[in-house]
């Protein structure tokens, strides 16, 4: 983890380079947006778009362990989000 609001792909590192995950992206009110198997990208990323002014929950689980954590859309919020650690 790192401090970051704006991702930004020069200098954004994640510790999971290259591995498979699930992930899971679902609002407040239960609407499933993204619930897939991917691979982090080489800066230990993975990236998706996401309808505006909407808040929620990311899960991710990666070799049995499970982290979540909570965003929101809003014109002021982050786009880059750092503190979820799977445990």
């Given at each position: 983890?790192?401090e970051?609001?704006?991702?930004?792909?020069g200098?954004?590192r994640g510790?999971?380079?290259g591995?498979?995950?699930?992930?899971t992206i679902?609002?407040?009110?239960g609407e499933v947006?993204v619930?897939e198997?991917v691979t982090?990208?080489?800066?230990?990323f993975v990236?998706?778009?996401?309808?505006?002014d909407?808040?929620?929950e990311?899960?991710?689980?990666a070799?049995?362990?499970?982290?979540?954590?909570p965003?929101?859309?809003?014109?002021e919020d982050a786009?880059c989000?750092?503190t979820?650690?799977?445990?």
């Amino acid at each position: 983890t790192h401090e970051c609001y704006f991702h930004n792909l020069g200098t954004c590192r994640g510790e999971l380079a290259g591995e498979d995950v699930h992930v899971t992206i679902s609002t407040d009110d239960g609407e499933v947006l993204v619930d897939e198997q991917v691979t982090t990208y080489a800066n230990g990323f993975v990236g998706f778009w996401l309808p505006k002014d909407i808040t929620g929950e990311v899960t991710v689980t990666a070799d049995g362990k499970t982290g979540t954590v909570p965003f929101a859309t809003g014109p002021e919020d982050a786009t880059c989000l750092t503190t979820l650690q799977v445990s």
